[in-house]
């Protein structure tokens, strides 16, 4: 991966961090704010799965952890009622930094 796509990806990673947290929180409440995050994790994971065979083979692991990620927030969004917006919150912010360092290591030759 070249330097300018370390910085982009970062540069993503970052805004999407800080929309979820913006606001003092009440970013994930935000359904298009909720589904652009599981859509950008998801992406960057299958990416990171369809290119591990070119990097470390731990990339492939990660992406796996960060798909799962996304799905646990789908199925916390539908059951939990008091505090899934703070479990959820976590859970994409774990999400996407393992996202990002998974898509890092898949480059990696």
Avoid: P
């Avoid at 990171?48 to 065979?53: E, F, G, L, R």
């Amino acid at each position: 991966m070249s330097i300018l796509g370390l910085i982009i990806l970062l540069i993503f990673s970052g805004l999407a961090i800080y929309s979820l947290l913006a606001k003092g929180g009440r970013g994930v409440k935000n359904y298009i704010i909720r589904n652009f995050i599981g859509t950008y994790i998801f992406i960057i994971s299958l990416l990171a799965i369809m290119k591990s065979s070119y990097g470390i083979a731990e990339s492939l692991y990660l992406g796996i952890f960060s798909i799962l990620a996304v799905i646990s927030c789908i199925v916390i969004a539908k059951r939990d009622v008091k505090s899934k917006y703070s479990k959820m919150r976590v859970i994409y912010i774990v999400g996407i930094i393992v996202a990002t360092i998974s898509i890092y290591m898949s480059y990696i030759n």
